[in-house]
């Protein structure tokens, strides 16, 4: 087995620290939760922050992530065919459901958010390209693990953690809801990741009509639901944004 470099492994497990927090960092912190000492937590910090990966708080000392890796991640995210086909119709979308709009993707055991478009309001809202959402219990989610072998198998395989109350964790219960997304062709989360929260999602489909993907709207129950269902308009919607995304793909018509 190859040998890895200790000083990158430290690099990368700092990176990760100041990327799950919410918060600042100081250096005891880093170093504390590293198990370094403050001296090499510090070199390495400072080495981060030259090349941009790492920025410092002037008032504070503390350190956050850097605009260099934006510019990456970006980088990675331009080159991903999906993403570039689907900014269009994702903008469409948001535009004519009036609700946010996420893009993602099969990432280890999770959805990695690809594209995210805001709810065209005037509301508050985070930016969550990057972010990771799970498979089991979103929209988005249940709608890869019923496309893609694999993402049905990392989530059969995973310990499907209660959330809120509506979760479905019990594998047999969660098949019966594929089953259901395989029949209708696409997918619902009810408050089962968030309360208050419901979200609608469809799958995306290349050339060789793989499942590459998933798209869906997100947004307050009260407005995704029409009378206790969800909103028909809505799902055509999103269906609709999925299959013109999958032409542009070459799927052809679904």
Known sequence: MARTIQSLERAA????LLAGGERRLGLSDVASALGLAKGTAH??????????????DPASGRYQLGAELLRLGNSYLDVHELRARALVWADDLARSSGESVYLGVLHQQGVLIIHHVF????????????????????ALGKVL???????????????????????VTGLGDFEELLDLTRARGWAADVEE???????????????????VGAVGITGAVERVREGGELSAQLVAA?????????????AGRF
């Open 13 to 16: 497990a700092m990176l990760r």
């Open 43 to 56: 070199g390495i910090l400072r080495t981060l922050q030259q090349e941009g990966f790492v920025e410092q």
């Open 119 to 138: 709810r065209p309001d005037d509301s508050r809202q985070v930016l969550e390209v990057g972010a990771m959402q799970p498979l089991h219990s979103t």
């Open 145 to 167: 693990c019923a496309y893609d072998p694999v993402a049905h198998s990392e989530v059969a395989e995973a310990e499907r953690e209660a959330f809120t109350p509506h979760t």
């Open 193 to 211: 990741t968030w309360e208050g929260v419901a979200s609608v999602a469809a799958p995306i489909h290349d050339r060789r009509r793989m499942p």
């Open 238 to 250: 999103v269906r609709d944004c999925a299959r013109a995304v999958s032409r542009d793909l070459g």
